[in-house]
């Protein structure tokens, strides 16, 4: 082992038969690492995690279990997830070193795969903590294919976990900081000499022209004016028809007139998640150069109660030409993606169109943290998307869209109405942006109310914000290129 980390982490999943790295070790500590092992009863079963302090010279030695089968990306993402959790974020300047030559994989790239985990456990948003740790440090991955693994990370996955803390750093911030056009400064930047990218922004005036009368409805009731912001990435022909996201940016939503409660409110914060997750998978894509075309379509606004603002009852006109009668201002996310996948359609003639929102609580309670809501009108579509989650790590699961769903958002006084009589509530906010959506064109909807914010955390989330839907997506573009 090197002599100048002051860490080391290890994988042991025989603690009785040592090979490699933790095997060279005891040899050179006549034994301790063994006996250290066993005094703490170290089983090497998956999960299982001992820490031994002071052998010869280094200040801990992190030993993990494993399997011994073969592992797949997420469970290697789950590990360097775990090892992020074991070294903590106050690292101080000390150097880690982790040794991965005792796991096995048929991916070669194990220790990318291990730092990509590493690094999204290792998230904080702690801008507004005056007293802020000293996270500064080095962590080094070592196992065999030590160049691919290097290039896959710095070529690929660290900008994937870019992406992920980008989304995570939107859906944390205050509302008070992030409005619609404070979305569209940040996004401007973290894009800033990214290649093939080119940002559009529908300010309220683009709006007016193309009669979105939805979104301008749910921004009128504050200060900061809505916006619509376009990012194209252009990595494939011309002529190829691109996937299109679009994402709810909800920049706080506090009900509008139909006010939400006061418990919980200012977790509403984030309800621009989808969007921000809409902005990270586009930069990932666009950051390792991905051969496709790809587009983001986020529609931005703030749902406020005021005296301009729309009250239930109000009929909006909508960019397809149809109206809308408000029955709740708290069923906003529809109004505003009712425009945008619309808006999307017509302008881009997307091979794939899929929308993510924290549309409603409905789906939250149905799934809760382990898998988002996916509503398709084609079932193999769904299946497929099911694949993927389970692929990456972020899974989906199918709620239906029925004929009577759509029955329930006719209106006496307007085409259709944002909010039905009742249940089931996802599927009653997917039928009003399906209205929108040609019925022939492959249309996926995402409803992530229950999974974009975790209250506790996962070995590859931290508490809060995450990210949720830039490692599906960025799948789903790997996958459907
Ligand atoms: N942003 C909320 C949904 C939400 C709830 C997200 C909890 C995350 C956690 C959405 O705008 C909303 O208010 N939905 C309503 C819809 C209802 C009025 C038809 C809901 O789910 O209650
Ligand atoms: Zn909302
Ligand atoms: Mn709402």
Redesign the pocket.
């Known amino acids: 082992p090197p002599s100048d980390a002051n860490h080391l982490a290890l994988f042991i999943p025989e603690p009785d038969n040592l090979t490699g790295t933790a095997a060279t070790l005891n040899a050179n500590s006549n034994g301790l690492l063994s006996r250290a092992l066993s005094a703490q009863k170290f089983d090497g079963k998956p999960g299982s995690y001992a820490v031994i302090y002071g052998l010869q010279d280094i200040a801990t030695v992190m030993v993990f279990g494993a399997t011994t089968s073969s592992l797949t990306n997420v469970e290697l993402h789950n590990l360097g997830g775990k090892i992020a959790k074991a070294v903590g974020t106050d690292l101080d300047g000390d150097k880690v070193v982790v040794h991965a030559d005792t796991l096995k994989s048929d991916l070669t790239e194990i220790s990318a795969h291990l730092a990509f985990g590493y690094q999204l456990q290792n998230y904080r948003f702690d801008k507004y903590q005056t007293k802020r740790t000293n996270n500064t440090g080095e962590v080094v991955f070592v196992s065999t294919n030590a160049q691919q693994s290097q290039d896959a990370y710095t070529n690929d996955l660290q900008y994937l976990a870019g992406g992920i803390y980008l989304t995570r750093d939107l859906a944390s911030e205050p509302g008070k900081n992030i409005y619609p056009q404070a979305f569209v400064d940040r996004v401007n930047a973290q894009f800033k000499g990214v290649r093939d990218i080119d940002i559009d922004v529908l300010t309220l005036r683009d709006m007016k022209k193309r009669n979105m009368g939805a979104l301008m409805g749910v921004g009128q009731g504050s200060i900061h004016d809505p916006r619509m912001l376009v990012i194209e990435y252009k990595g494939a022909d011309k002529n190829e028809a691109p996937i299109v996201l679009a994402g709810k940016g ?1 920049t706080f ?1 506090t ?1 509008g007139i ?1 006010l ?1 409660r006061n418990s919980g409110m200012w ?2 914060k984030s ?1 621009l998640a989808g969007a921000a997750a809409v902005a990270g998978t586009v930069y990932a894509a666009a950051k390792r150069g991905e051969k496709v075309n790809l587009i983001g379509v986020m529609p931005l606004a703030e749902n406020m109660p005021a005296e301009d603002a729309i009250r239930p009852g109000d009929v909006l006109n909508t960019m397809q030409g149809t109206t809308i009668e408000v029955i ?1 201002t ?4 529809r109004l505003v993606l009712a425009d945008a996948v619309y808006y999307a359609q017509q302008e881009f003639k997307p091979k794939l169109l899929l929308n993510i929102a ?5 789906a ?1 309670r149905a799934l809760s943290h382990e898998y988002a809501a996916v509503i398709t009108r084609d079932w193999d579509l769904s299946l497929q998307m099911m694949k993927i989650g389970d692929k990456i790590g972020e899974a989906v699961w199918p709620l239906p869209l029925h004929e009577n769903h759509f029955e329930q958002i006719k209106s006496d006084i307007a085409d259709i109405k944002n ?1 039905g009589a009742g249940n089931p ?1 996802a599927s ?2 997917a039928a009003v942006i399906g209205t929108f959506i040609d019925e022939k064109q492959p249309w996926v909807h995402l409803d992530i ?1 229950g999974v ?1 914010w975790y209250n506790s955390d996962t070995d590859t989330v931290p508490v809060g914000s995450s990210g949720w839907g830039v490692r599906f997506m960025d799948q789903l573009v790997r996958d459907m290129k």
């Open positions: 909800i939503d009900g139909s939400k977790a509403m309800d709740s708290d069923a906003e996310g924290t549309l409603t609580g409905s939250a909010s509530g009653i906010g109310a974009d």
